[in-house]
C-alpha cells in the first residue's frame, strides 16, 4: 500500500495550481513545436508525467525587419519565455546594444496574467524616434533561481522604452527580471518534489518543492535529477542532508526496457555503504512515478556500478515515505475520558493500557507512530504527560509546565509543546522522559502560540499565533544539531485577517497543512502548500452548516473533525465524522460524545 503512495505523490505533485491563462498569446517572435524526450508518446491529458509525456517548447527567433514596436516587445517577451536558448542570445537582439549589457534577468523570475499596449497611436510611428509600449497586468507570482515559487498580489506595469536603431525599433530599456506571463509557466515550467534525507541518521525522507524549467534537450527526468544533484532550498537546507557525493553528475537517463538506466559521472562510486540505502530512496521517491513499475539501474560512465552493477526497485524504499503512517492509517479518538480506535469494520474500542482506562485529567492527546503507539497527553495546568498502549504502562509526566499546548509527536519519538509563561513563549522538546529546550528566533519568543503542530517528515513545525489583530498560522524549519533542536526561517502562511478566526490546524501530508477558520460566512477547512505558500486548489472541503468542527485531524487523503452536533457547547452532544473527497460528504464513525479525532504524528 505505501508503494502506491509513492505514484499517486508524484501524480499529485505535477499538477500545476490553478494558473489563470494570460489574456493574449505572445505570437511574435517565437515558434511552438511538441518536444518528446522518448520514443514512446504518452497522453497530455492523463494528468501524469512519465518518462514519455510530451511538452511544448519555444523556440525564440529573432527580430522580423520592419516589426512595429507592439511586436518587438511581444517577441522579446516571447524569447525570454523560451528555454532552448539557456543564455538568452536571441532575447538580446531585441535590446540596443547598451541595453543588451546592462539587462540582467537572472536575479529572479516574475508570473504575471495581462496584456501589452501602445502608449502612442500608429499614425505617429512613421516618423517617431522614440516611443514606448507598456504591459500591465496583474501579478501572480515570482520564482527565485532556487526555483522557490511565492504568490504574489497586486498590479503590474512595466514600461519599455523603444528608440530606433538602424531604421529598426529596439527595447532601450527593460526590466532586470525573467517576465513569464501564466501561459509561459504551464507550458515550460513543472512543480516538482525532491526528498532528501534528514541531517540525524534515521530513516526517512524530508520533501522540498521546486518550480523547474524544462530542458528540451534533457527531458523532466534528467531535469529532476540534475535538480536534486544540486541541493535543497534554503529554507530547508539546514534541516537536511544528501547522500549523494559532492562531484556527482548525471550524464544522461534512458530507457532499456522495463529500466530506467540513470548514467553518473565516477563520482557517485564514492559513495559508503552507509549512505547507499538513502541515496537509492532519494533517487526512487524523486523520479516518483517517472518510474513506476520499473527498475532503476545506476551505472557510472556507462559501466555497472563499482563493476557488479546497481539496480532496484522504487516500491522498495516506501519506507522512506515522508509521511510516516502509510495509505491507510490508524484512527483515534476521545470519549469519556478514554482514547479509543477506530476499528476497521467501524466502531471503536479502548486502546490498551492506562490511554484506554477512564480518566478526565488527561485531554487532546496525540499518538506517535511507534509500534506499540505511544500516547501524549495534557493534564492542564500540570504538564504534558505520556504512556504506551501496552497492559501495565502507567503516565510518565515528561514535560512539566502550567501553560502548555497540547502535545504533537514527531517521527523521531519526541513529543512537542509550547509554553507561555512570564510573557514569552519556550518551546519544549520531551524525549525518553527528559524535557528538552528548543531554542526559537526572538520575534517567535515575543509572541504567544496557542497550537504547535510537527509535520510528519519531522522537518517542519506549524503553529497558530495570538496576536492583537488576531490569530495567524506561521511555519518554521525544525534543524537538528545533535541532542539540540531548534525551530528557523520562521514564516507566516496565513496572517491575521479582519472578522476571521483560526480554530485549528493539522498537518495532512508532509508539507501541506489542514487549517480550519471561521469567519462571517462560517467555517472554512482548506488545503494549504506551506511550500508554496498558498492554498491547494481544489482542495476546499465541504462543511455543514448546521454543525460546529470544534477540532480537527488529517493524513494523506484523509480527513476527520470532531463536531458539536446541537452547536451548544456547554452539552456533550459531539461525534466524530470521516470526510470523502470523492463524494464530499460527512460520515459519522463515533456518537455519544465521541471527541479529539487523532491520526498518528502530524
Not at 43 to 62: C, F, N
Not at 257 to 268: E, L, P, Q
Not at 357 to 367: D, K, L, Q, R, Y
Not at 394 to 402: D, P, S, T, V
Request: a neutral charge; glycine letters at 8%; aromatic letters at 6%.
Amino acid at each position: 500500500m505505501r508503494a502506491e503512495r509513492i505514484r499517486r505523490r508524484a501524480v499529485r505533485r505535477y499538477g500545476l495550481p490553478g494558473l489563470a491563462f494570460a489574456l493574449i498569446a505572445l505570437g511574435a517572435g517565437c515558434a511552438m513545436v511538441p518536444a518528446n524526450s522518448s520514443p514512446r508518446l504518452a497522453d497530455e491529458g492523463s494528468g501524469r508525467d512519465t518518462l514519455s509525456r510530451p511538452y511544448v517548447r519555444m523556440i525564440a527567433e529573432s527580430p522580423k525587419p520592419n516589426a512595429s514596436p507592439e511586436d518587438i516587445v511581444r517577441g522579446f517577451l516571447a524569447a525570454i519565455a523560451s528555454f532552448d536558448d539557456p543564455q538568452l542570445t536571441i532575447a538580446r537582439q531585441y535590446l540596443t546594444e547598451e541595453a543588451a549589457v546592462r539587462w540582467n534577468p537572472w536575479r529572479t523570475m516574475r508570473v504575471y496574467e495581462g496584456r501589452i499596449s501602445m502608449s502612442v497611436p500608429a499614425a505617429q510611428l512613421a516618423r517617431a524616434q522614440e516611443t514606448s509600449v507598456t504591459l500591465r497586468g496583474t501579478a501572480v507570482a515570482t520564482i527565485d533561481p532556487e526555483g522557490r515559487y511565492t504568490p504574489a498580489s497586486g498590479e503590474v506595469e512595466e514600461t519599455f522604452t523603444l528608440v530606433k536603431v538602424g531604421g529598426e525599433w529596439r527595447i532601450a530599456s527593460a526590466p532586470n527580471e525573467r517576465l513569464l506571463s501564466t501561459d509561459d509557466l504551464q507550458r515550460a515550467f513543472r512543480a516538482v518534489d525532491l526528498y532528501f534525507p534528514p541531517t540525524i541518521p534515521a530513516y526517512g525522507l524530508v520533501r522540498d518543492r521546486v518550480w523547474v524549467p524544462i530542458d528540451p534537450a534533457r527531458g523532466l527526468p534528467e531535469t529532476l535529477v540534475r535538480r536534486l544533484l544540486a541541493g535543497p532550498t534554503k529554507p530547508i537546507a539546514d534541516a537536511v542532508s544528501t547522500a549523494f557525493p559532492p562531484g556527482t553528475d548525471v550524464n544522461q537517463i534512458s530507457v532499456e526496457g522495463d529500466t530506467v538506466v540513470v548514467d553518473f559521472t565516477s563520482a557517485i562510486e564514492s559513495v559508503p555503504l552507509t549512505q547507499m540505502e538513502a541515496m537509492k530512496a532519494q533517487l526512487a521517491w524523486t523520479l516518483g512515478d517517472l518510474a513506476t513499475g520499473r527498475t532503476i539501474e545506476i551505472r557510472v560512465n556507462g559501466e555497472p556500478f563499482r563493476d557488479g552493477g546497481l539496480r532496484f526497485r522504487p516500491a522498495d524504499y516506501a519506507r522512506f515515505d515522508p509521511d510516516a503512517i502509510g495509505s491507510q492509517p490508524q484512527a483515534y479518538y476521545m470519549q469519556r475520558g478514554r482514547l479509543h480506535r477506530v476499528k476497521e469494520k467501524g466502531g471503536g474500542e479502548p486502546v490498551a493500557g492506562a490511554a484506554g482506562e477512564p480518566g478526565t485529567a488527561f485531554i487532546h492527546p496525540a499518538v506517535s507512530a511507534d509500534d506499540p503507539p505511544m500516547v501524549a497527553a495534557l493534564v492542564a495546568g500540570d504538564g504534558i504527560y505520556t504512556t504506551t498502549m501496552a497492559r501495565g504502562v502507567q503516565w510518565q509526566r515528561w514535560i512539566a509546565g502550567k501553560d502548555l499546548t497540547p502535545p504533537s509527536w514527531d517521527r523521531y519519538g519526541a513529543v512537542w509543546t509550547a509554553e507561555w509563561a512570564d510573557g514569552r513563549t519556550r518551546v519544549w522538546e520531551g524525549i525518553s522522559g527528559q524535557a528538552r529546550r528548543v531554542f526559537i528566533p526572538e520575534e517567535l519568543a515575543a509572541e504567544r502560540v496557542a497550537a504547535l503542530r510537527v509535520s510528519r517528515d519531522g522537518a517542519r513545525v506549524a503553529m497558530i499565533i495570538e496576536g492583537s489583530k488576531g490569530r495567524k498560522v506561521k511555519i518554521g524549519t525544525i534543524i537538528r544539531q545533535g541532542q539540540q533542536s531548534r525551530i528557523d526561517n520562521v514564516f507566516t502562511l496565513i496572517d491575521a485577517q479582519e472578522g476571521q478566526e483560526i480554530k485549528a490546524i493539522a498537518w495532512q501530508g508532509s508539507a501541506e497543512l489542514l487549517v480550519l477558520t471561521k469567519g462571517k460566512g462560517g467555517q472554512e477547512l482548506a488545503t494549504w502548500s506551506v511550500m508554496e505558500g498558498m492554498p491547494v486548489p481544489d482542495a476546499a472541503i465541504k462543511l455543514d452548516a448546521q454543525a460546529e468542527i470544534d477540532r480537527i485531524a488529517a493524513a494523506p487523503d484523509h480527513v476527520l473533525a470532531a463536531v458539536d452536533v446541537d452547536g451548544d457547547p456547554k452539552t456533550a452532544d459531539s461525534e466524530v465524522r470521516s470526510y470523502d473527497a470523492d463524494k464530499r460528504t460527512w460520515t459519522p464513525i463515533a456518537k455519544d460524545g465521541a471527541t479529539d479525532p487523532i491520526y498518528p504524528l502530524g
